[in-house]
Structures are given as C-alpha cells and as structure tokens.
C-alpha cells in the first residue's frame, strides 16, 4: 500500500502535465487566428474608409450638383416667363391668349402675373389671363383658388366688376373650396349694387371704371347662381 501512493503521485502529476500542455497548445492556436482577423482588418480597414469617403463624396457631390441645376432651371424659367409676361401686357391683343396659355405651363409661379392682368388689363388680356388661370387650376386648383378668391373679397376699389366676373367663373369651374362664403357675400353686394347701377355698396369698393351696366349685371347673375350651385355643400 505505501508503494502504491508515490506511483499514483506520479501519475497525477504526469495528468496535470498533460492537461497544461493541451491547455497551452490550445492557446497557441488560437492566438493565431486572432492575430489573424486583426490583421486582416488593419489591411482592409484603409480600403473601407476609402470605399466610405467616395461614397460620401459622390451624395454630397450629386446634392450640389442637383442643387446647381434646379438653381439654372429655376432661373431660366424665370426668363422665359418674364420674356412671356411683357409680351402678355404689351404684345399684340390678338396673341394674348396663346401667350396666357403658354405662360399657365408654368403653374403655379405664373398665377401671380396672371392675376394682375386679370384684374389690371383691357378686355382681351383680362380674358386671356383668365383662360390661363383656369388651365392651371384646372390641373393644380390649390395654385389658383386662394388668390382668386381674395380678389372677390378685395375692398380696395381696384378690382373692376368685369374681373369679379371673371373671378366667379373660375371659382366654379375650379370647384374651390371654402369659396362659397366670399361668393355668397359678393352675391349680396351685387344684388345691393344692382338697385343703383353705377354704385358700390356700403362696406364694398368696386373700381368706377366700367361701371356696372345691365349687361354685366344679368351676366355675374348667371355666374353667381352657377357658381354657388356647384359649391353648394
């Protein structure tokens, strides 16, 4: 029995052996592999960061660019309806139409030179811009709703009978919303006006010149009683 403790001893310590030395294999291979990722990161991690900065660069290159090019556009269309605009006003009155309607492919940016020859110009172009207002309201009616009606709401003595006319035209035709309170009221300014031709009511400054005749009275009639149909809630 006594002989039999140093050889178990023995081999305990042979097992421990052999276990560190399993144990110290296993690290070796693993330290390796890991210095092998590491490595493999430091060599591409150059190529990443310049993968990364190029892509970068080329979005902030293509906003400028974009930037750039909606700049010249905006521009160039700015030009042109300019170029339009005088040829509106002061071009000859038989072309007026074809250059209203070539002027509405603009949308919504040529609303507001429309509406002053609307409001502002003799018969033809008056005319003329309110057929461009409606090919645009037509396709955009947001564009052409609000300011038309704050011309029929307008109090300053500018705005002609003739281009309130106008006005309730298009109010209908574009089914504006939110437009049948300032038509309701020019419909009773109107019926106030109608009982002493040539006048404005209390409250309601309409421009002088052209007064407001039987023939335009029996036609903003027609309109109004049109209009307030289609808007009817």
């Known amino acids: ?29 693993v330290r390796p592999k890991t210095k092998d990722v590491w490595d493999r990161l430091q060599a ?5 960061s310049g993968v990364l900065v190029a892509f970068v660069g ?15 556009l905006q521009l160039s269309n700015a030009k042109e ?11 000859n009155a038989d072309d007026a139409q074809s250059v209203a309607l070539t002027l509405s492919a603009f949308g919504g940016p040529a609303v507001p030179p429309l ?5 502002s110009g003799d018969d033809e172009r008056a005319s003329a ?26 109090r300053s003595g500018l705005v002609s009978w003739v281009a309130c006319l106008s006005v309730v035209r298009l109010l209908g035709d574009m089914e504006c919303p939110g437009a049948r309170p300032s038509v309701e009221a020019f419909a009773k300014a109107l019926e106030a006006a109608g009982q002493t031709p040539g006048s404005s009511p209390p409250g309601w400054r309409v421009a002088p010149k052209p007064p407001l005749d039987p023939i ?6 027609v309109e109004l009683e049109r209009t307030l149909t289609v808007l009817r809630p």
Do not use: H, W
């Not at 309806?81 to 071009?91: A, D, K, W």
């Not at 461009?132 to 009616?141: F, M, N, T, V």
């Not at 335009?216 to 009639?221: D, F, I, M, P, S």
């Open 1 to 29: 029995m006594a002989d039999d403790a140093p050889a178990a001893a023995s081999a305990a310590d042979v097992g421990s052996e052999r276990r560190m030395a399993r144990l110290e294999q296993a690290v070796k291979d």
């Open 44 to 48: 591409i991690g150059p190529l990443i």
């Open 58 to 72: 080329y979005l902030f290159t293509g906003s400028v660019n974009n930037a750039i090019q909606r700049q010249q």
């Open 81 to 91: 309806m300019r170029e339009l605009i005088v040829q509106l006003n002061s071009g």
């Open 115 to 119: 509406i002053t020859v609307l409001v």
């Open 129 to 154: 811009a309110e057929q461009g207002l409606r090919a645009i309201g037509l396709g955009d009616s947001s564009a052409v709703c609000d300011p038309a009606r704050k011309i029929l709401d307008n």
């Open 216 to 221: 335009v009275l029996g036609q903003l009639k």
